[in-house]
């Protein structure tokens, strides 16, 4: 998550602090999300405009792709006798949003789980920013879960600390920080995903919804570049989901953190991805661009649209 045109601080008590701040405050701008998404569009086409006139003109080789933040190639796994993923590959760049998509079983969860290193592949890469994680030891992967966190389902909040404890647990892990800054950035993560009035509360006394936008909080205080969520909408309400909708775009925007959403909500898919993956039956029957899926004509793609129940309207032209 860190902006490569800031300056670092010389001393670690002044690294953390000031830069999570410019974070929350960068989040807390009055601009809503149809401003910041018609900017971003507005500056995608003007880039498409100046690429296209460039390959028209050509007059010095242009630049080489950025290799991809998140790269899975061919990644097997089985449990037993049942094949769970069979040569999956896709890949996600810096400060853009992957939604995986497929029916309950199909291996949606467990690719997250790959990427962090909590279950080995049987065969095929995973690199994160480069780098294969499955050469790494337990330390080299706690190291990418530094940049690379999970929000999941059921929150994963520690039981017996409150919601500040909670959020506080990355920041004082991380050090470098006085009691009064630490305090001061969980009282404006918690205002960030509003649910202040939780700060001294206990995990068991929230609802689903509010485990997931405390998750999001404790998240975003270890300061990641990527961030993964497993079913972030799944029981919750509608007003809760499109909270949650709101505030996984506006990371993107305004601080380019790259996210990984499973789900199984075409509304909720539409509204934020930049590609999409559809697993079934532990194969990849689709990946590219939101645009290309809703075209896809793949009987097995189709037939998850009629099933969600729910016309997918065209994609709008860019």
Known sequence: M???????SETPGESTQPS??????ELESPAT???????????????SQVV?????????????????FIDFEKVSIGFGERKILDEVSFHVGRGQTLCILGRS??????????????LKPDSGCVRVDGQDIGSLDERGLQEVRK?????????????????????AFPLREKGGLQEDQIQQLVARLLELVGASE?????PSSLSTGQKRCIAIARALAAQPEAILYDEPTTMVDPIMGRSIGDLIQRLKLQLGITSIVVTHDMRFAIRLADLVLFLESGTARFFGTIHEFLECTDPHVQQFFTLDAYVVPQPAAV
């Open 20 to 25: 999570l701040l410019e974070d929350l405050n």
């Open 33 to 47: 999300i149809l401003e910041l998404e018609s900017a971003s569009a507005s500056a995608s086409a003007q880039i």
């Open 105 to 118: 079983g199909v291996g949606k969860s467990v690719s997250l789980r790959i990427l962090l290193g909590f």
């Open 198 to 202: 939780t700060v001294n509360l206990l």
């Open 2 to 8: 860190r902006d490569a045109t800031r300056p670092e």
């Open 147 to 167: 940049h690379v966190t999970m929000v999941f389902q059921n929150g994963a909040l520690f039981d017996s600390l409150t919601v500040g404890e909670n959020i």
């Open 52 to 68: 296209a006139e460039a390959q028209a003109n050509p007059k010095v080789a242009p630049s080489p792709p950025a290799p991809p």
